[in-house]
């Protein structure tokens, strides 16, 4: 769902296009050129509405009433916006429009819109939104003026009926000022709609573009903002963007998501490098015999490390021990390989499973026990195995499993145990009797007594097990190697995080 609105600009034309096709076309002619140069992905946006029946036959004729003689003033036919749908088609944008009546929905399906955009005053209009769900087609809803208690109406609405959507944080200001934008609502949807794309639309002045960079840098996938073309006949309203302002806003968004880059922690061999050079190296501070168990007091730190050399955050790590593999002079660079420590790589373990409950938002009783399950050894863990929380263990059990990224759990089986495992974070593949399973958080799967199953994760999990009465012996593994094992040797049981 969230990839088809990855990255997705939206231009809304501004008033209406001044209901004029050619100007329409004008408008789309800037906007497919700022979407060429910049190579994005954008639609262009117009509004449907069934003036016949939209408007009340008694305020056709009412010049007072707000917006209806802009609407009717600036009315097409369904030929003409069919030729501006083409055009635009023609120059690359996808064709998006907002309906505010059932008629319309109609229409876009009739004129077959790629995206039906909800507007937010139209948010809370359940028989529009439900002809809009039965269009097939995806939907963007604005929410300005709605409370979350309304919006978890709407995501309810939608993810129910099976409709690819996304939902746009919006202010009803015209224009926004920037102490009224609230832009921290876009962290706190994506958090409460994990599995909905959250973006942004703006209604702030047009040359305003260090709220695109705030939009994404809090989260947003996707932006939208009112554009148009002035003329000589045709001025802009106060939040609507002229393609120089537009160009600006697009680059300045481009560049954010660059900035943004990944989630995960990569460090570049550059960045490394550089870091390196201003670290201390580790240097015999006496003579040093082979075979000596270095200790603190034999050496001291200082700039320049050499290659392949330890630094003093290395020979000073947690539990870190080194001996030496021939003699030293004094002054002389150390060059030693940390000797493996079990401990050690389990307190790492440790740490990364709590850095990884914390992020998920899970939270662990101090009196829950938790099991280190090494089927091959601590020094393969992170290839094989699982970190497991015991949570509970009655007539009824629960248990939290804790997957490393690339990790994986081995072919078993239980005889007494029945369980269903709930995806809570992360990515999980699980083999039930020879099927593959690819679940996402919030899915479930029943594993019945004498079932072999494993799972795999590619960027780490976090599952819930909750299962009949778990039983020491009760797991038996396809692999004779694991199976001949002391469950003992296979396990590390730890007091708590």
């Known amino acids: 769902m969230s990839e088809y609105f990855h990255k997705l600009f939206i231009f809304e034309m501004a008033n209406n296009h001044q209901g004029s096709v050619e100007h329409g076309k004008r408008i789309i002619d800037a906007m497919a050129d700022i979407a060429k140069k910049h190579s994005i992905r954008a639609g262009i946006k117009f509004q449907f509405r069934d003036l016949d029946t939209f408007i009340h036959p008694r305020f056709r004729n009412d010049t007072n009433a707000k917006h209806i003689s802009r609407f009717l003033g600036t009315r097409l036919s369904r030929e003409q916006f069919q030729e501006m749908i083409a055009y635009a088609r023609s120059r690359g944008l996808l064709a998006i429009s907002t309906p505010f009546d059932e008629a319309s929905v109609d229409q876009c399906t009739e004129q077959d819109i790629d995206i039906i955009k909800v507007a937010s005053c139209s948010a ?10 039965r269009s097939g087609k995806p939907v963007i809803i604005s929410t300005a003026g709605v409370q979350f208690s309304d919006i978890d109406k709407i995501v309810s609405f939608f993810s129910h009926r099976g409709v690819t959507f996304a939902v746009l944080h919006c202010v009803g200001m015209y224009p926004a000022p920037d102490t009224e934008l609230n832009l921290d609502i876009i962290p706190r949807m994506i958090k409460r709609y994990p599995a909905i794309p959250i973006g942004y639309s703006g209604h702030e002045a047009p040359d305003n ?12 996938m996707l932006l939208e903002r009112h554009v148009g073309v002035p003329t000589d006949g045709a001025t802009l309203n106060a939040y609507s963007m002229n393609p120089q302002q537009t160009d600006a806003w697009v680059q300045a968004a481009k560049l954010a998501w660059e900035m943004a880059g990944s989630n995960e922690k990569i460090v570049p061999g550059g960045e490394a490098a550089s870091l390196r050079s201003l670290m201390r190296g580790t240097y015999a501070r006496t003579a040093i015999k082979a075979g000596q168990v270095l200790r603190p007091e034999d050496v001291y730190f200082a700039m320049p490390v050499q290659e392949g050399q330890l630094t003093s955050g290395e020979f000073g790590g947690y539990r870190a021990v080194f001996a030496a593999s021939r003699d030293y002079a004094p002054d002389e660079p150390i060059y030693e390989v940390q000797k493996e420590d079990p401990v050690l790589l ?3 373990v440790i740490h990364q499973a709590q850095g990884m409950l914390n992020e998920a938002g899970i939270h662990v009783g101090d009196d829950s026990t938790i099991e280190l399950s090494h089927h091959y050894g601590m020094e393969r863990f992170r290839e094989v195995g699982a970190v497991i929380v015991n949570i509970i263990n ?13 990790q994986r759990h081995p072919l078993h089986q239980h005889e007494r145990k029945e ?3 709930e995806l809570l974070s992360g990515d999980l593949e699980v083999q039930l009797d020879g099927a593959i399973t690819r679940m996402i958080p919030g899915d479930r799967l029943l594993v019945k007594r004498n079932s072999s199953h494993s799972f795999f ?15 020491k012996g009760d797991s038996f593994y396809e692999d ?7 469950p003992m040797q296979r396990k590390t049981v730890v007091a708590s995080f």
Do not use: N, Q
């Not at 004779?480 to 002391?486: H, P, R």
């Open 124 to 133: 809370m209009d359940w028989p529009l939104l439900d002809a809009v769900s």
């Open 209 to 220: 573009t260090h709220v695109a960079i705030a939009a994404v840098s809090k989260g947003a």
């Open 346 to 348: 389990a307190r790492e």
């Open 394 to 406: 009655r007539e009824y059990c629960k248990k939290l499993i804790i997957m490393l990224p690339g």
């Open 419 to 421: 369980e269903t495992f």
């Open 457 to 471: 994760t590619k960027e780490g999990a976090i599952f819930e097990e909750i299962s009949t009465t778990h039983y």
């Open 480 to 486: 004779k190697e694991i199976s001949a094992l002391d």
